[in-house]
């Protein structure tokens, strides 16, 4: 399914950093909107781009060990996407980490709320977590906070020791889940691929649009909380 062809065909498809957007109507990306980014590793393109667009960006990266801060008109928050909230989460040591670390990490539902976001519509979410991507996603269709996405950028990763291969199942559900609930993916490139045994490696950059997203079933008007 990470390899079947695109469900929507981008007419106007823009790139912004390393990332692509859908500037097709009623799709299109302008201000006022609000972007959400997960997983950075100090490469700012994206968020640069969007900031430049005139778009509030908020960035996420526990990893970079960098206190909150601004850059540019860009929040950066030192917290992680998780699908639950806690205060000490161990991650997993990868090509991002290379030490003991703890990380705060907190449930997309719990990150709107904390920002004051509840009920705003997030234009778009990207992240690039390494894996972590299936229980986030479950747990965002589980708290029905798709509902506020307009555009879904995210990396699909499969590694040889993460996550457990017992759990390939569960993520077919997931990832058609997304389908289930109206997102179409109009972007997908495999750039990295390795079978070998021991060394298996699967990622994908996939894009979305959700077909079904209805801005007025919304409590909150999006032009009147930027």
Known sequence: YLAAPVRYTCKTPKKVG??????????TIQPPCLVYSFGINREY??????????????????SMKEKDHMRGTA???????????????????????????????????TIMKELGHENRVIDVFKMDVEG????????????????????????????HDYPPPEEYVHFYQVFTG????????????QYKRETKRGS???QTDMAYV??????????TDQSSTH
């Open 18 to 27: 390393n990332w692509v957007i859908c500037q097709d109507e009623p799709y």
């Open 178 to 189: 997304l389908r289930e609930i109206g997102f179409r993916e109009y972007f997908s490139s």
């Open 45 to 62: 393109q994206f968020d640069d781009a969007m900031a430049k667009m005139g778009c509030e960006v908020h960035m996420f990266d526990p």
């Open 132 to 159: 972590s991507e299936w229980t986030v996603i479950d747990n965002m269709l589980e708290t029905d906070v798709f509902k506020f996405i307009r555009q879904f950028d995210l990396e699909y990763h499969l590694f």
């Open 75 to 109: 929040a950066f928050h030192n917290m992680g996407i998780s699908s639950y909230n806690t205060d000490a989460f161990l991650p997993r040591r990868d090509d991002y980490v290379k030490d003991n670390q703890t990380w705060k990490m907190r449930t997309v539902k």
């Open 210 to 219: 959700n077909a079904l997203f209805d801005r007025t079933s919304k409590s």
């Open 200 to 202: 298996f490696r699967y």
